[in-house]
């Protein structure tokens, strides 16, 4: 007896599962954006991500739990960039701040996400082999993207001026900066600590498919 559907069927649907999600949330976020540069500073990244996926989805297949959690980061960030970090319905006085907070689920993902990505290819590209050195490296990584993006939100106020406002999110705190990182941190420390072991089960089984 055959099964009604093939693995490589399922991938299949799963593929365009995924790209219709991230195309409807698109269309969603540039529906009357609060501030039109702001969206485009915001959806970019996850516009270049989509991009880099769909051109190697064939020749480096991610594993489905990778797929999931980069696509739930690209809603995270054309949700911001809908409305503008500092203006996210929900999120006004979180963790009792007198600041909107959304930006720090941002951030808090900008390491979560990147985390998981460092994992998958460190492994399967053999780069570090060893558990705890695998670790300083992935956080290294995310500690470094993190950095990166804060020179690139820094580089455009200076190009753009007051009009970067909305993008840089700061909300008057003085050490928005230096938190955007220490959220990213706890981001990378926490998806090592839930998700190691579901993430190697599903190496495991792409392993078993010779995708590697």
Known sequence: MTRPF?????????????????????????IA????LTWALEVLPAVIGGIILFSTYHRFRLTPLLYFL???HCIVLMVG???TYAEVPLFDGLWGSERNNYD??????????????????LIRKQVINGTYWRHVMILSICLAFSAFYELI?????LASGEEAEAFLGTQGYVWDTQSDMWFA??????????????????LDILRQQSKF
């Open 153 to 157: 939100e820094w580089w455009v106020a």
């Open 6 to 30: 093939s693995n490589s069927t399922n991938i299949t649907i799963n593929a365009y599962l995924w790209a219709i999600i991230f195309t409807l949330a698109l269309i969603w976020s540039g």
């Open 104 to 121: 720090k689920v941002g951030h808090f993902f900008q390491g979560f996400v990147p985390a998981l990505i460092a994992r998958e290819i």
């Open 81 to 83: 960039g809908h409305y």
């Open 185 to 202: 941190l706890i981001g990378a420390v926490t998806a090592l600590l839930l998700l190691s072991n579901s993430h190697d089960k599903q």
């Open 70 to 72: 980069i696509l739930l």
């Open 33 to 36: 954006p609060k501030d039109q």
